[in-house]
């Protein structure tokens, strides 16, 4: 049964401080000064530096072309799991596999929650793997592993119509390491691509390394051999297979280079507490991971330095196991494991130290207590060498005590309840507070809120469904939340309830951990058995802490990225000799929203305008004005957004294609055949891509009309051909009727048109000084701006093209559609005039932008519905907003599409007040 997982929040400061189960506590000495110290040290820096968390729900795992991906983000202070205070502004960003950042954006999430969603355009997001991070700027200051990272990848099933087994091998080659490689090519139906030629790459990242081509034999398969490079591990190359582009719509696919037998497996070995202590029973840990980075099943034993055989060892999980044994002074140790053909290969475990002490924690399943046995070396025996073992999670103290080992041993058996559920560690320092051992462990509390949904046993197609919720604790108590459900077909969307890391297996469990976790579903069953629990523990024996410390600090030693509450441009106006300008007035102008905001430097020329939210094709127009309201011999440098640089981290992606089992296959079908019905139905009213041909074309104009929207057009060519010309003298020479008008000859006129410029989208007029005409106004732009300066202009006299301008940019009561002509002039730098005309004049466009959020599409069907319009939804339900009411109650509509099956409901959330959950529930259709 699905439940929801929740910290009690305890006052885990006043646990830190009245110090439980310590010996001595509050007796007042130095020594039980040093102890307070110890424990409320842990909890203060926590307070003052407090970590953030971020957990991002999306309406499915994988994606194909043309979709929307659908997201809702809780943001957490990480010690009570309650909406951070510190930041009011969340970025999100996904990157491709090359590392590139594709899009960015702004989310403003309201106590703690944001939702938005980003389409996945084919031009933007062509087919491949991609890696969508989520943080905040105060994240920054603590580790990388802190960001959020969610894999993910995008399919065109519509260009790829065959399938690749793959196989690799090392081999000898030419004295060297080398790879036989097998690819055997089949289409959908299972048919092979016989006798056909293709031509095969050996790739590195961007490099290709070697070519040929191949012809398939009538099974359709390629064998090859080839050299590894030096320096370069196999799972670093690809194969780049390129086809016959007129018999397959897969002209080009890429296969990634994974062995498929232990030759290059990367196995490593994790002492309990961090050393092997000779004499001592040892608890080691141990990791065994394939070439691809995934974990791999192994067996072997562990030899001593005169080839005696100490014990035997077997991975339990995805390569990760345990196993006892004491060392001996003066002793190496090696494992051996099995290979293929009856070839071993060894690896060494650490060096034994003849001295040390051994932290070890016993975390026994279903126990309600952990025993920690601290155990030392005889020589480290009958000294009264203090030590401090502290106890803490989530950057809390919430234990600690101050020993000694004059007998040898020391055991403690605490309460489990003093700790949040989730991961807690333990530390041993000594009298100078160096650290000696660590040892993590998972503590699950079983406080636990129940979820219970009520729903009919089956559905039909295109079914009113309604879903009834009841959230509670284990008391019965109903719970208020908010929560983020999605609802997706089975048939179409493939959801790996192993792999699924979830609102709770992130925020409890990989979080809290360094590096890539296979399977975290894995962990969190519905119900825990002893094997899980075992599993568990060797994962956390083997995996790194991310630890709650600060890192990033500025000379000052304060945290280098500030917390962001809200968006805002900050900057420095100076004079002509670089100094500050102090009391300078600034104006900040918007026209979209329309606002004027004014402030006043500081003694060192900054100023700031917070509390902003510029949405897509944003801009602000500063100015800074001296004392005498002037903005001669004023400057302004704004401070930009410097984005950060990521490490490309994970688990390596296979494309779907490679290897596919038959589940997933059977999807991928499904799928195809869905989408082909559709278009059969649908294909003679589906409106295709217009191609405006023949028209010249400015890149990167704003024109809104869009590409080739104009009366008249020159481009980057024509714009060459005017050498150093000046804006005027072009628009004099090359529009007809460009000329002084009104009675006053004081504005430009095309014909009997009044002329507005536009220059990179923004409206000069908007920006003219009151009382100034606007050709003395214009004048200043028609005379400064060059044809060097220029990359484009766009002439819109028609009622054909001026519509959109007129409706963005004039005053409807004021003014007539017809009686104006607009000039859309598109510069190289991007900025307009401003940058490099206007003294104390800046035109800032911000790089980033808050995602407004658009309203998922639900369809609602009448009793008689047409079924002539197919329904081939694969995510058929998105709210990112459920909120359970003081009874603990909410309920779900939606529609059903026209594919009968099942549906997986996937509910996460949280009270944001130290309870988060989730859920899983399946719908029949029939």
């Known amino acids: 049964m699905s439940s929801f997982h929740f910290t009690r929040v305890k006052n885990l400061i006043l646990i ?130 802190d960001v959020f990272r969610k894999q993910f990848s995008i399919h065109d099933y519509t260009k790829q119509d065959l399938l690749v087994n ?116 040892n608890l080691v840990g141990f990791k065994a991971i394939h070439s691809n980075g995934m974990g791999v099943d192994i067996s072997g034993i562990i030899y ?98 101050r020993l000694t080992l004059d007998k040898g041993t020391k055991t403690y058996m605490l309460d489990k309840n003093i700790f949040p559920t989730g991961i807690a560690r333990f530390t041993l320092l000594n009298e100078d507070m160096q650290p000696l051992c660590q040892r993590i462990i998972f503590v699950d509390n079983h406080d636990q809120l129940q979820a219970h949904f009520t729903y009919k046993s089956e559905y039909a197609i295109r079914d009113s469904a309604i879903i009834k919720l009841n959230v509670s604790d284990i008391k019965g108590s109903p719970v208020q939340g908010d929560f983020s459900v999605a609802v997706t077909n089975d048939a179409l969307v493939n959801i790996d309830t192993m792999k ?115 949405v897509d094709t944003a801009s602000y127009l500063i100015q800074a004005r001296n004392r005498h309201g002037k903005s001669f011999n004023v400057g302004i440098q704004l401070n930009e957004f410097k984005p950060p640089v990521f490490n490309l981290s994970g688990q390596s992606v296979v494309p779907w294609y490679v290897n596919i089992d038959t589940g997933h296959l059977t999807k991928v079908k499904s799928q195809m055949a869905e989408d082909e019905r559709a278009g059969k139905i649908r294909g003679k009213h589906v409106l295709q891509e217009v191609i405006i041909e ?33 804006l005027g003298d072009i628009l004099r020479k090359k529009i007809k009727g460009f000329v002084l008008g009104g009675k006053r000859l004081d504005k430009y006129m095309i014909y009997d048109k009044a002329v507005h410029i536009i220059i990179d989208g923004v409206n000069l007029d908007f920006f003219r000084p009151q009382g100034e005409t606007q050709k003395i106004y214009y004048d200043e732009y028609l005379n400064y701006l060059t044809a060097e300066d220029i990359k484009g202009i766009e002439v819109m006299t028609s009622s054909r093209y001026t519509g959109n301008y007129f409706q963005k940019f004039m005053d409807p009561v004021k003014q007539k559609p017809f009686e104006n002509a607009f000039i859309e002039i598109t510069t190289y730098s991007g900025h307009g005039a401003f940058l490099k005309k206007t003294p104390g004049v800046y035109m800032y466009r911000p790089p980033l932008a808050f995602n407004v959020p658009a309203e998922f599409y639900s369809p609602k069907y009448p009793v008689k519905s047409n079924h002539y319009i197919p329904d081939v939804r694969s995510t058929i339900y998105w709210q990112p907003n459920v909120i359970t009411n003081k009874d603990g109650e909410a309920v779900i509509r939606f529609y059903t599409a026209d594919k009968p099956g099942t549906y997986t409901l996937m509910l996460e959330g949280a009270d944001m007040n130290g309870n988060v959950g989730s859920a899983r529930r399946k719908m029949i259709v029939k």
Not at 194 to 221: C, M, P, W
Not at 243 to 268: F, W
Not at 715 to 721: C, F, G, I, L, T
């Open 500 to 614: 699924y890391n979830s609102l709770v297996s992130d925020i409890y469990l990989t979080s809290d951990l360094k590096g890539n976790i296979e399977d975290p579903g894995y962990y969190f069953p519905s119900e825990m058995t002893e094997k899980i629990w075992n599993d568990l523990n060797d994962l956390l024996l083997t995996q790194g802490w991310v630890s709650y410390a600060w890192k990033a600090k500025d000379e000052s030693g304060s945290p280098a990225y500030p917390a962001e509450q809200s968006f805002s441009i900050a900057g420095k106006v100076t004079n002509i000799f670089n100094k500050p300008v102090n009391q300078s007035e600034v104006l900040l102008f918007s026209e979209k929203p329309l606002s004027i905001q004014q402030t006043t430097t500081n003694k060192a020329g900054e100023f700031t305008f917070a509390h902003l939210f510029p």
């Open 166 to 281: 793959a196989r690799f091998t090392l081999i000898p080659f030419e004295g060297d390491k080398g790879v036989h490689a097998t690819i055997q090519l089949q289409r959908m139906n299972g048919l092979p691509v016989s006798f056909r030629t293709f031509q095969v790459a050996l790739i590195n990242g961007n490099k290709v390394l070697h070519k040929n081509n191949l012809l398939a034999d009538v099974n359709g398969e390629m064998t090859f051999d080839f050299k590894t490079p030096k320096g370069v591990y196999p799972d670093k190359l690809s194969i780049l297979l390129m086809g016959p582009a007129k018999e397959t719509a897969a002209s080009e696919m890429t296969i990634p280079v994974i062995l498929s037998d232990n030759e290059d497996i990367d196995l490593q070995f994790q002492p309990e507490g961090g050393k092997l202590i000779a004499g001592v029973r």
């Open 16 to 145: 830190a401080l009245s110090l439980l189960f310590c010996e001595k506590v509050f007796a007042q000495d130095n020594q039980d000064s040093t102890l307070l110290k110890v424990a409320n040290g842990i909890t203060q820096e926590s307070l003052h530096f407090s970590r953030e968390k971020i957990y991002v729900q999306t309406d499915k795992p994988d994606y194909n072309t043309g979709d929307t991906l659908w997201f809702k983000t809780y943001l957490f202070n990480a010690s009570y799991l309650k909406p951070s205070p510190k930041s009011g502004i969340l970025y999100i960003e996904i990157a491709d596999e090359n590392n590139q950042v594709i899009k960015r954006m702004l989310v403003s999430p309201i106590d703690g929650l944001g939702w938005g969603d980003i389409p996945l355009s084919a031009k933007l997001f062509p087919a491949g793997n991609y890696t969508l991070r989520a943080y905040t700027n105060w994240m920054r200051n603590f580790s990388e592993g």
């Open 304 to 401: 001593n330095n005169k080839n005696q055989k100490v014990t035997d060892f077997k991975s339990s999980h995805l390569g990760m196991g345990s196993f006892y044994f004491i060392p001996q002074p003066g002793e190496s140790y090696t494992a051996v494991i099995p290979l293929r053909d009856g070839l071993t290969k060894s690896y060494s475990l650490p060096v034994v130290q003849n001295a040390g002490i051994v932290l070890h924690v016993s975390d026994s399943f279903n126990s309600d207590s952990v025993e920690i046995d601290i155990m030392a070396t005889p020589d480290l025996q009958n000294k009264s060498n203090l030590y401090y073992l502290e106890g803490c999670s989530r950057g809390i103290g919430c234990f600690a005590a």
């Open 694 to 726: 023949g028209k010249k074309i400015v890149s990167n104009s704003q024109n809104l009309n869009g590409p080739g929207g104009a009366d008249f057009i020159m481009n980057q060519s024509d714009m060459e051909k005017e050498g150093k010309a000046t």
